[in-house]
Nanobody
């Protein structure tokens, strides 16, 4: 059974940085592509970044150049480095792999 546990979300000022983590278990982590999504209040969940099993990355235009997705296969952990944060980045952030989702971690960016 796949388990994903996100962490690292907190309240930060605009322009600040955060690093989110997603610890995975119950899965052969290294062979799967993984992704980060986010859901802001009153909005649909949106895809923001993905990383393949070999490390190729893709980003939504809204975060390109500010966010970096990475993975540590030995630690079975996915990361999202978020820089130059904006109030519109406020959302619950989720990691996903093979149709499984974590519980999310709240990121709040104050103006």
């Amino acid at each position: 059974q796949v388990q994903l546990v996100e962490s690292g979300g907190e309240l930060v000022q605009a322009g600040g940085s955060l690093r989110l983590s997603c610890a995975a278990s119950g899965i052969t982590f290294s062979i799967y592509a993984m992704a980060w999504y986010r859901q802001a209040p009153g909005k649909q969940r949106e895809w923001i970044a993905a990383i393949s099993s070999v490390g190729s990355t893709n980003y939504a235009d809204s975060v390109k150049g500010r966010f970096t997705i990475s993975r540590d296969n030995a630690k079975k952990t996915l990361y999202l480095q978020m820089n130059s944060l904006k109030p519109e980045d406020t959302a619950v952030y989720y990691c996903t792999v093979d149709n499984s989702w974590g519980q999310g971690t709240q990121v709040t960016v104050s103006a």
